[in-house]
């Protein structure tokens, strides 16, 4: 069976993961939540995800935000991050190999 039919079958048995986590106003599954839902099917398989991170870009951005209570503008800067990785899905019984950048 091809890489692609064995993530096909791992899709089939995935019908939908109740939410169990909720943070800022937004619900969402957390990630042990559902590793522990579909690890077991990608052993089932023999498939594993590999993750790489391929490189690292940080760049600083400064800009002034408006103090209200001072009626001033002050300076303020952050760290914007721009993380490039790599995610291969590979089958351990045939070596096939699926490559995603991200």
Same mark, same amino acid.
């Given at each position: 069976?091809?890489?692609?039919? @064995? ?7 995935? +019908? ?5 986590? +909720? ?8 990630g042990? @939540? ?15 995800? @590999? ?14 935000v &408006? ?8 300076? @303020? ?11 291969? &899905? ?13």
């Amino acid at each position: 069976m091809s890489i692609y039919a @064995k993530l096909l079958e791992i899709q089939k048995q995935v +019908k939908g993961l109740s939410k169990d986590k +909720k943070s800022h106003q937004y619900d969402y599954v957390t990630g042990n @939540k559902l590793l522990s839902f579909i690890k077991p099917l990608m052993d089932e398989q023999g498939l594993i995800l @590999k993750q790489e991170i391929i490189s690292i870009e940080n760049v600083r951005q400064d800009y002034q935000v &408006w103090n209200k209570y001072e009626k001033i503008f002050k300076p @303020k800067n952050e760290i914007l991050s721009k993380v490039m990785m790599r995610f291969t &899905w590979v089958d351990c019984e045939t070596g096939e190999k699926d490559e995603n950048l991200f």
